[in-house]
T-cell receptor, first 111, second 116 residues
Framework: QKEVEQNSGPLSVPEGAIASLNCTYSDRGSQSFFWYRQYSGKSPELIMF????GDKEDGRFTAQLNKASQYVSLLIRDSQPSDSATYLC???????????FGIGTKLQVIP | GAVVSQHPSWVICKSGTSVKIECRSL??????MFWYRQFPKQSLMLMATSNEGSKATYEQGVEKDKFLINHASLTLSTLTVTSAHPEDSSFYICSARHGGDSYEQYFGPGTRLTVT
């Protein structure tokens, strides 16, 4: 079983719609959760992090964490073509310095 | 804040030569830096974790004698690919972490290595 699972996509949404990206993790010792955006040919960029159960909002982005169900999601409201990228979920397990990345979900926002 | 630079952004070298890549945290002190490799259309692969003043911890399957990592200061880590071969051609990306209770990693722009 992979430690961090994401659907590779592509996930296609029309411009202006809400994009919902999901991630599940296997280790219950996971304590920190991150969403990175990676444009083709570029390095990842941190867009959200969440440590506690519930929702965390930052502009058009909302991260949701449910530790009991071991999933974390990212909602992008009013999706724009510039949001088209691969979104990487990353998880840090308590006591470890490194984070484990999922394979990433490719998002395509259709104008 | 949290800016990480890498140099060079791209490099072409001949098979058998060595290449050094620098990673710098520009506006914060990075207790821990990470080195990743990414092949086309594949996910990030962690190569090693380095802490300032300590030997790097390499992931399973990564040759430590081939990929030399030095983390001499809180703002600089270097990766040297020794005796590079065409199969080492890849996108090498470093990231840096503040430390303490913060686990966010901030990535450099990456270095594209082509070995001919």
């Amino acid at each position: 079983q992979k430690e961090v699972e994401q659907n590779s996509g592509p996930l296609s949404v029309p411009e202006g719609a809400i994009a919902s990206l999901n991630c599940t993790y296997s280790d219950r010792g996971s304590q920190s959760f991150f969403w990175y955006r990676q444009y083709s040919g570029k390095s990842p960029e941190l867009i959200m992090f969440i440590y506690s159960n519930g929702d965390k909002e930052d502009g058009r982005f909302t991260a949701q964490l449910n530790k009991a169900s071991q999933y974390v999601s990212l909602l992008i409201r009013d999706s724009q073509p510039s949001d088209s990228a691969t979104y990487l979920c990353a998880v840090n397990i308590e006591g470890y310095q490194k984070v484990t990345f999922g394979i990433g979900t490719k998002l395509q926002v259709i104008p | 804040g949290a800016v990480v630079s890498q140099h060079p952004s791209w490099v072409i070298c001949k098979s058998g030569t060595s290449v050094k890549i620098e990673c710098r945290s520009l506006d914060f002190q990075a207790t821990t830096m990470f080195w990743y490799r990414q092949f086309p259309k594949q996910s990030l692969m962690l190569m090693a974790t380095s802490n300032e003043g300590s030997k790097a911890t390499y992931e399973q399957g990564v040759e430590k004698d081939k990929f030399l990592i030095n983390h001499a200061s809180l703002t600089l880590s270097t990766l040297t690919v020794t005796s590079a071969h065409p199969e080492d051609s890849s996108f090498y990306i470093c990231s840096a972490r503040h430390g303490g209770d913060s686990y966010e990693q901030y990535f450099g722009p990456g270095t594209r290595l082509t070995v001919t």
